[in-house]
């Protein structure tokens, strides 16, 4: 159950559904199944968009679902200090807790609802972790990690944070409440949500009761994806069959449609959605391991940053 929620949708603000007699319904051009791994430390991963041709998904670079997954006692893993340059990380958490530290002396604590977002940037070395007493008792896990590219001209700026708690999402509907919209960044039908991007982009959870339909306006120069958390149901004004672990790249058009089946599995009453788009960077890519610069001398000029420790330094008290 996500954490930021509320019992009767009718008391938030209405996304209204677009007329049909004067905006374009984007057709669905794919559906696929994310392939499963583990990262870090060993914890799970579902590479949400891993079969999405790259052409689609800029400004985009990757998703991962962390989870769902309990954990017992002792078992909750995260990563080691890594480094990132050039792009943004976006770390959304649905249910459970983690503890991001850098180089910088930046990060903060994350728990069900909260979402961090940093900016990579010139370079950083961080950490994610669970905290100690999630790792003593164990608990349900689960959230996610996008990446956001940068352009050009932002590639080499100063790193920095932003912090978006819970309570700071904004909570829309649906004209008949049949869902929760929780909007992280980004903008739709004239409401704002708190996340700051140098890129244009709109990122949304959503929350379907079974049955229900959404059908949302969408920036005709933005791309447009979902990806399912949980549940199953239908994307586009096709109906094309989806279930949880799959994604869908909406083709061209004003608006996008989804719907939760009537019956929903009992470990996921709801169906829950995650649904992003961007404005195309149209930049070239270079993409090696955690940097994204835009040719490949940049990314071996960034290996050589990180081996020459130009990247800052691990705090004493976690070297």
């Known amino acids: 159950m996500p954490a930021v929620t509320v019992e009767n949708p009718l ?14 319904a984007r057709p669905v051009l794919t559906v696929v199944t994310a392939p499963e791994g583990f990262e870090g430390e ?3 991963v579902r590479r949400a968009f891993a079969k999405i041709n790259t052409k689609y998904l800029d400004p985009f670079i990757m998703m991962d679902q962390m989870g769902e997954v309990e954990y017992g006692a002792g078992e909750p893993k995260g990563t080691p200090w890594h480094p990132h340059r050039g792009f943004e990380t976006v770390t959304y958490m649905i249910d459970g807790e983690f503890i991001h530290q850098d180089s910088t002396g930046g990060g903060g604590y994350l728990s069900g609802g909260d979402t961090q977002w940093m900016t990579a940037g010139s370079g ?12 003593a008792s164990g608990g349900l896990f689960h959230g996610l990690q996008l990446w956001v590219n940068l352009p050009a001209s932002d590639k080499m700026i100063t790193p920095k944070y932003q912090d978006i708690h819970g309570g ?9 409440g049949g869902a929760i919209l929780r909007l992280i960044a980004g903008e739709i039908d004239g409401h704002q949500g708190p996340g700051s991007t140098f890129t244009p982009i709109t990122m949304i959870h959503a ?27 239908t994307v586009g004004e ?7 672990g799959q994604a869908t790249v909406f083709g061209e058009g004003d608006s996008i449609a989804i719907q939760a089946s009537a019956m929903q599995e009992s470990r996921s009453p709801n169906m829950d959605v995650v649904i992003l788009g961007g404005q195309p960077i149209k930049e070239p890519v270079a993409h090696y391991g955690p940097f994204v610069m835009n040719s490949h001398q940049e990314l071996q000029q960034a290996i050589e940053d990180f081996n020459s420790g130009r990247f800052g330094v691990i705090p004493p008290s976690h070297a």
């Open 124 to 135: 950083i070395l961080h950490i994610e972790t669970p905290p100690e007493s999630l790792v």
């Open 207 to 233: 929350t379907i009761s079974p049955g229900a339909r959404i059908t949302l306006p969408w920036r005709r120069d933005f791309n447009a994806l979902a990806y399912v958390l949980n549940g199953e149901g």
């Open 42 to 44: 060993g914890f799970p």
């Open 11 to 24: 008391v938030l603000p209405r996304v209204q559904t677009p007329d049909p007699a004067t905006t374009q």
């Open 238 to 244: 096709e109906n094309r069959p989806i279930h949880m």
């Open 168 to 176: 700071e999402v904004k909570l829309l509907t649906t004209p008949d």
